[in-house]
């Protein structure tokens, strides 16, 4: 069965994003975007919420005809547009959109449950509103966040409220060479 993987970059103090929406503050050198190349590469698909979708399609769809453009980066913007996607969007039209892109309207806990057993690579989750939802429903399987070294002191907070606690278990921790700090849980459901 395939899994549900919540990665995200966050703060130390728990912000994904400041509090003007930014993210410069992200450290991805090229070991860091080679290490999520590697894990994204085998993937089965991304969910993402319409912000974050939008986001990216605003870059990626050519990131990778900019000869300037580093190896990793070229190789992101291959997979990105490869790989099927799923928005979750009231706003976008549903359906099929560009870039191997379906827009579906709700988290629906039994169509994600029905996503997980198709075949394929586990499911690659974004946005820090689509994952509250998911995380509300118990979807998420494993969380893999990405800490940042530096504090912002406002801004979007990764888990912005729980409705309840939920117990983990650490999976791998691992030290780039950039300061970044990966953890990675596997959700405990006893």
């Known amino acids: 069965m395939r899994k ?5 970059s966050v703060s130390l103090d728990g912000f994904m994003e400041g509090p003007r929406r930014e993210i410069d503050w992200h450290l991805v050198d090229d070991e860091l975007h080679r290490y999520f190349n590697d894990r994204l590469r085998g993937m089965g698909g991304f969910l993402s919420g ?3 979708h939008e986001l990216m399609a605003d870059y990626w769809p050519a990131a990778d005809e900019d000869p300037a453009a580093p190896e990793p980066v070229r190789e992101f913007a291959r ?3 490869e790989m099927p996607k799923i928005v979750y969007s009231r706003t976008l039209a549903a359906g099929p959109a560009q870039w191997n892109t379906t827009v579906v309207r709700e988290v629906v806990p039994a169509e994600v ?8 690579g586990d499911l690659a989750l974004g946005g820090a509103d689509l994952a509250a939802a998911f995380a509300a429903h118990d979807l998420v399987d494993e969380y893999l966040v ?7 002191g406002a801004g979007k907070r ?8 939920t117990s983990l ?10 300061g970044v700090v990966l953890l990675r849980y596997a959700r405990d459901r006893g």
């Open 146 to 152: 990405y800490v940042h070294p530096v504090l912002l």
């Open 4 to 8: 549900i993987i919540l990665a995200m």
């Open 169 to 178: 278990r650490l999976l791998e921790s691992r030290a780039f060479g950039n």
């Open 113 to 120: 449950e029905a996503l997980k057993v198709e075949p394929g």
């Open 50 to 52: 319409r912000v974050t």
């Open 158 to 165: 990764l888990f912005p409220q729980a409705a309840d606690r």
């Open 79 to 81: 997979i990105w547009r």
